[in-house]
């Protein structure tokens, strides 16, 4: 379930000026003065706008993902394996596009427990990448960020699904342990899970013998992983990629995102 954007409001509090009321004067000195104020008015007014106006951009041109619309089943996105040696590959990948290095590392990480697991599965970082972006922005949604240990600061909560218009009605079902409701369910974690959801399906990538959780980048992606394979199968093949990612949420529009997400990080991947 991919979260709502945050409105955000950008509107200015402004009071209009006090009327003032000036004596008569000649002509000639009215129109003088007029001229004046005029004159200063409009600078005024242009320090303001520049005031009002935001800083210009510096950074790096921001990641730009075409907007992609193949029919569902029809292909699958461009496949990238990690490299065994992943250092480098990892520092390009995320310097050229919008995935944050602790995130990319997880995806990459799923991916190459996975083949070492679930080698038919053909899961790909990618996908993973994909389905992060579209849920929470990579742990990054509402300004939470990933830590160095892999939690998401603050936790990464998804809305209560109480029936709300466009919402499902979900019940808690976990007594608030993962989401802080103990009335509805929320989606959590980078890559939200439904509670239900992750106990059936959550997996600690440490191996450290801690309980799963959602809010670790490295045990969410590792279940997401876990969770894709087991229903689509052969993640290589249009049908299994289709499969998988319509059961995570069962939307064509959702699945286009996700592959339009997927294979631009793809392509990026393949540019020196």
């Not at 991919?2 to 003032?20: G, K, M, W």
């Not at 600061?153 to 802080?180: K, N, Q, Y």
Request: hydrophobic share 40%; charged share 15%; glycine share 8%.
């Amino acid at each position: 379930m991919a979260l709502p954007p945050s409105p955000t409001n950008t509107r200015a509090d402004s009071r209009p000026a006090p009327y003032q009321e000036f004596p008569r004067r000649r002509p000639l000195f009215r129109l003088a003065l007029t001229a004046v104020l005029v004159a200063a008015c409009a600078w005024a007014g242009l320090i303001l706008y520049r005031v009002a106006q935001p800083p210009a951009w510096s950074g790096p041109p921001p990641f730009v993902i075409p907007e992609l619309a193949p029919a569902p089943r029809s292909a699958v996105p461009a496949p990238v394996a990690v490299p065994a040696d992943p250092a480098a590959w990892l520092a390009h990948v995320s310097s050229t596009t919008d995935i944050p290095l602790r995130a990319l590392e997880a995806y990459a990480g799923a991916e190459t427990k996975t083949s070492a697991t679930d080698p038919g599965c053909h899961l790909n970082w990618s996908t993973l990448a994909g389905i992060g972006r579209t849920e929470s922005y990579h742990g990054m949604h509402d300004g939470s960020s990933i830590g160095a240990d892999g939690v998401t600061s603050p936790p990464v909560i998804g809305v209560a699904l109480d029936g709300s218009p466009g919402v499902r009605r979900i019940a808690d079902t976990d007594g608030g342990r993962l989401d802080g409701d103990p009335v509805w369910d929320h989606a959590v974690g980078p890559m939200q899970f439904l509670p239900q959801t992750w106990f059936r399906w959550g997996v600690r990538a440490s191996g450290d013998g801690a309980a799963p959780d959602p809010q670790n980048i490295d045990d969410a992606a590792l279940t997401a992983a876990r969770y894709l394979c087991a229903k689509g199968g052969d993640l290589a093949t249009p049908a299994g990629w289709w499969a998988a990612v319509l059961t995570y949420n069962n939307s064509v529009q959702y699945g286009q995102e996700v592959f339009s997400d997927a294979e631009a990080y793809a392509q990026a991947a393949l540019k020196p």
